[in-house]
Antibody, heavy 114, light 110 residues
Framework: QAQLVQSGAEVKKPGASMKVSCEASDYFFTSHGVSWVRQAPGQGLEWMGWISSYNGHTAYAQKFKGRVSLTTDTVTNVAYLEVRNLRSDDTAVYYC???????WGQGTLVNVSS | QSVLTQPPSVSAAPGQKVTISCSGNSFNIENNYVSWFQQFPGTAPKLLIYANDKRPSGIPDRFSASKSGTSATLDITGLQTGDEADYYCGTWDSSLSSYVFGSGAKVTVL
């Protein structure tokens, strides 16, 4: 059974950067990719992008291009989401999930506040 | 503004059936697989349905889904109080080159 474990909650200042990690257990990384989804307080789900752990190919939602980077470390089976130049409206719970969304991390709350 | 339109809320009495609609267009629902997700407050979403109408292992057959043209529907039969949650549809959008989610529908058991 694949399991995704994310890093803990963060508080950031506007303009700073954040980096959330997502550790996969088992064989996950050799045969799957990772999706990233966020959810602002009281709002719906928003897809940010995904990365293939096989070849590192990425796809990003248009609104995040240039400000978000997705990477993976296939040695440690960890995926990373980096968001730069944070704004208050980036305050959200960030989830990693398998490429087909059948497995999800527990979520990481990032609060952007001055 | 979500690309996929869902009713904000649906409700029914225990044991009854609810249907949640998800409306899109030819760039998303009509030509791509639809998934459905269940989310309880404070928890991660859970995959309920994939590839339009397939249930992952462990999902009760009370949950079923279908797709026709530019719309998809999720049915929950034999409604239980434990089904109270938010439900989202999702699919790939070829014009946006993005995965898109519906706005979410809250199910209330009366």
């Amino acid at each position: 059974q694949a399991q995704l474990v994310q890093s803990g909650a963060e508080v950031k200042k506007p303009g700073a950067s954040m980096k959330v990690s997502c550790e996969a257990s088992d064989y996950f990384f050799t045969s799957h990719g990772v999706s990233w989804v966020r959810q602002a307080p009281g709002q719906g789900l928003e897809w940010m992008g995904w990365i293939s752990s096989y070849n590192g190919h990425t796809a990003y939602a248009q609104k995040f291009k240039g400000r978000v980077s997705l990477t993976t470390d296939t040695v440690t089976n960890v995926a990373y989401l980096e968001v730069r130049n944070l704004r208050s409206d980036d305050t959200a719970v960030y989830y990693c999930a398998s490429l087909d969304f059948d497995y999800w991390g527990q979520g990481t709350l990032v609060n952007v506040s001055s | 503004q979500s690309v996929l339109t869902q009713p904000p809320s649906v409700s029914a009495a225990p044991g009854q059936k609810v249907t949640i609609s998800c409306s899109g267009n030819s760039f998303n629902i009509e030509n791509n697989y639809v998934s459905w997700f269940q989310q309880f407050p404070g928890t991660a979403p859970k995959l309920l349905i994939y590839a339009n109408d397939k249930r992952p292992s462990g999902i009760p057959d009370r949950f079923s889904a279908s797709k026709s043209g530019t719309s998809a529907t999720l049915d929950i039969t034999g409604l239980q109080t434990g089904d109270e949650a938010d439900y989202y549809c999702g699919t790939w959008d070829s014009s946006l080159s993005s995965y898109v989610f519906g706005s979410g529908a809250k199910v209330t058991v009366l």
